[in-house]
């Protein structure tokens, strides 16, 4: 009962940056509330000017759910935000299924930072090919080296943070893209932030097509020297 309390107390704000999102966000939206059914929550959409309908469709959600649970916000705007902020892919890789367990775990912690892991027992990735496994183990494992994080998942995005310590922490960060979210879980262990961890599985995206490419690897190589050099 006293959890219960505590978790109605809260206010969460799942932001989803989206880019030509129009076949998932629907559903990933309809998830959300599923798994949510007694928490105080809004959903963010962040477009990034879509031109495949993206905003449209969400609109539509708007008629659904409420203009008041499901905002839109194209870039760049500041955003009123709950006390709990959770980042999540709008791919349909983050399930919403795994939300109640990002706040259990930080109800039960005090953690600062929940942050989703594929690289501890229970957690797994589906739909890759052996080579992006080998890639993205392979990065952590170098982070993990270089960086010492404290977490086992690095490179993982699907994350719940507390308001006031995701603005701190963002404005430390100088990275963008797939650098970023490296980044900022290093730079919230370097100012001594409590981070917990909850297994997920990722699943590869089923619609659209993924935004990871050669750019990207290199610069999260640039990205991993520079944070070496200056955390």
């Not at 992006?132 to 080296?145: D, E, H, P």
């Not at 750019?215 to 070496?228: A, T």
């Amino acid at each position: 009962m006293g959890n219960e309390q505590k978790e109605n107390s809260n206010k969460y704000s799942i932001i989803i940056p989206t880019y030509n999102e129009r076949l998932n966000i629907a559903l990933l939206v309809y998830l959300i509330f599923k798994h949510l059914p007694n928490v105080n929550f809004e959903i963010i959409v962040v477009d990034d000017g879509s031109p495949d309908g993206t905003q449209d469709i969400v609109k539509q959600l708007q008629s659904v759910y409420g203009e008041d649970r499901i905002l839109l916000r194209a870039r760049p705007k500041k955003l009123g935000l709950g006390n709990f902020v959770v980042i999540m892919d709008a791919d349909l890789s983050h399930h919403p299924k795994y939300l109640p367990n990002f706040i259990k775990k930080q109800m039960e912690t005090g953690a600062d930072i929940v942050t989703g892991t594929r690289y501890v027992k229970g957690g797994g990735v589906h739909g890759w090919n052996l080579m992006r496994k080998l890639t993205s183990r392979g990065a952590n494992v170098l982070a993990q080296t270089l960086l010492w994080p404290g977490v086992s998942d690095l490179t993982g995005s699907f994350r719940l943070y507390r308001k006031s310590v995701l603005e701190d922490v963002i404005g430390s960060c100088v990275s963008k893209g797939y650098v970023f979210q490296m980044e900022m879980i290093v730079r919230a262990t370097r100012k001594g932030y409590n981070i917990a961890e909850v297994p997920i599985t990722f699943v590869d995206r089923v619609y659209g097509s993924s935004k990871l490419g050669g750019s990207e690897i290199v610069e999260y190589l640039k990205g991993l020297i520079y944070l070496l050099l200056t955390t």
